[in-house]
Nanobody, 116 residues
């Protein structure tokens, strides 16, 4: 059974940083592309980043490019999202997902709130 558990969210001021983690189990993590998606209040899911199984290729939505960095530790079965220069519009629930498109199995999410 695929299990994904996100952590690291919280309240941060504009311009601040957070690092999200996603602990994965129940599948062969090291060969699976992974992604992060988010859902802002009252809006649908937004794909924001993906990474290949080996970590050699990454992709980002224009809304986060240059500010967010996706990475993974295949020895620890963990996916990360480093978020810098956070903006109020980054507020939402962040989910990690199996697969590159963000449409696969997801965790329960972690809340990120950017506010002064």
């Amino acid at each position: 059974e695929v299990q994904l558990v996100e952590s690291g969210g919280g309240l941060v001021q504009p311009g601040g940083s957070l690092r999200l983690s996603c602990a994965a189990s129940g599948f062969t993590f090291r060969v699976s592309p992974m992604s992060w998606v988010r859902q802002a209040p009252g809006k649908g899911l937004e794909w924001i980043s993906a990474i290949t199984g080996g970590g050699g290729t990454t992709g980002y939505a224009d809304s986060v490019k240059g500010r967010f960095t996706i990475s993974r530790d295949n020895a620890e079965n963990t996916l990360y999202l480093q978020m810098n220069s956070l903006k109020p519009e980054d507020t939402g629930v962040y989910y990690c997902a199996k697969g590159a498109q963000g449409m696969g199995s997801r965790g329960q999410g972690t809340q990120v709130t950017v506010s002064s």
